[in-house]
């Protein structure tokens, strides 16, 4: 075969499979330093012996040897850093040793990257009170198309302008040397083909504000952190007109983690027609403010075909000594939807998110599937949350109902 198909071919294998190649025959003995793709992830990272500083002793003796032998370009480098345990003082000693080593060489190794093509680069480090501080040659990778931080400090080369290919970027616990320069203002200027935009947890460079935000009229994908957003309080209007003045954008994810959100049930005229996927993270069944608002993102999506509500938080019976009122909480579902698919995790049986599903299946004739998904701490019996669910009235004759029990013996 050529060798581009070769390549191909152990690209799509993990690594130490493609490595284990060498072993056929003569012809295939280093037939793996062809690899394009260098996945270092957490999967791999559990493959390696279960030993003391395994991944770290791993990438401290083997990884720069190994990027020397390739021969062609490196296109994908994915490096996860695990956070692991420290007990007494010696080994405290040498896991912070051994990280600082591997950070400079990290350098090395971004800087060897940086002359071979690299298209995406991604950099996963787990040890929270300890970011890897990246140097100025990831600036100098301008093919790079997908960019994935987590607990990184960037320091931008003077006279840096862009990466001209950039169309992923997600970033996660991400600071930068410089206090004056803001993620809003690093993303609109260096990111300017920008399709995909995810960033999470707060962090100290100051909010993402939406009007920043639509200037990214490329973006096809978004994933909004409120906590992010300041101090304001963000309404459903102002997230419909942000996704309004994105004419590419398919998903939406909102995390309404420490949010301050608030429904106005508003719709405006904004051409709101491709955005097809919804997810809502962290909504807080108690906080009717928050339900409005997820109800008005709903009802204000013409097109919308996948819903998923992820971590949400239960309603609980009692809510300062007294019984919740469930008047307040009503999920206001109106009109024909256009769902095919809704996921809905961490169920908790309450009236209220019975009334939710209740609506979604009464206005949705196009829905195919459903999947419900129930949290069961300890040994507590199932409250037969799954017999009601099935006598729910669906608008779709084709409508599945799928419910998950997920046991959690140590809650």
């Known amino acids: 075969m050529p060798e581009i198909v070769i390549t191909n071919v152990l690209d799509r294998l993990p690594l130490q499979e493609a490595v284990r190649t060498s072993i056929l025959s003569r012809n295939w003995r280093f037939t793996w330093t062809l690899l394009s793709q260098l996945v270092f992830d957490y999967k791999f990272y559990r493959y390696l012996p279960r030993k003391k500083h ?6 401290k003796r083997n990884l720069g040897k190994l990027l020397l032998q390739l021969e062609g370009s490196i296109t994908k480098f994915v490096l996860y850093m695990p956070a692991e345990e420290q007990r007494g003082k010696r080994n405290i000693e040498y896991c912070n040793t051994m990280y600082a080593d591997i950070v400079k060489d990290i350098n090395h190794w971004i800087l060897f990257l940086s002359t071979k093509g690299i298209k995406e680069f991604t950099l996963i480090n787990m040890r929270p009170a300890e970011p890897v501080k990246l140097p100025n040659h990831l600036f100098l990778c301008l093919g790079l198309k997908h960019l994935k931080l987590r607990n990184c400090c960037l320091h931008p080369v003077p006279g840096f302008h862009c990466f001209p290919k950039l169309v992923a970027f997600e970033f996660d616990q991400v600071t930068f040397n410089d206090r004056s320069c803001k993620y809003g203002e690093f993303i609109t200027r260096c990111c300017p083909l920008l399709e995909i935009l995810k960033f999470s947890f707060y962090t100290p460079n100051g909010e993402v504000k939406l009007g920043e935000i639509a200037k990214l009229v490329n973006l096809k994908s978004l994933s909004l952190w409120f906590c992010k957003l300041g101090d304001m309080v963000v309404t459903s209007s102002d997230i419909i007109q942000l996704v309004g ?10 995390d309404f983690i420490l949010a301050k959100a608030a429904g106005d049930g508003k719709r405006l005229s904004a051409n709101l027609r ?33 819903l998923k509500m992820i971590h949400v938080t239960p309603c609980f019976l009692l809510r300062g000594g007294g019984l919740l009122d469930y008047s307040k909480l009503v999920w206001s579902i109106k009109g024909n939807l256009q769902l095919q698919y809704v996921k809905f995790e961490c169920f908790s049986g309450s009236q209220i998110e019975l009334h939710f599903i209740k609506s979604l299946l009464a206005y949705s004739p196009l829905l195919k599937e459903m999947v419900i998904i129930e949290e069961m701490c300890g040994r507590r019996r199932h409250n037969n949350s799954c017999r009601e669910l099935l ?3 669906r608008a779709s004759p084709i409508a599945e109902l799928h419910f998950f029990l997920i046991c959690k013996l140590n809650c």
């Open 54 to 59: 395994g991944g770290h002793l791993f990438y």
């Open 245 to 254: 003045s994105l004419p590419k954008l398919e998903t939406l994810n909102v």
């Open 274 to 306: 491709r955005l097809k996927t919804l997810e809502l993270i962290g909504i807080d069944l108690e906080d009717d403010i928050m339900v409005e608002c997820a109800c008005d993102l709903i009802n204000g999506l013409p097109n919308l075909q996948t």
């Open 391 to 393: 006598k729910l009235h």
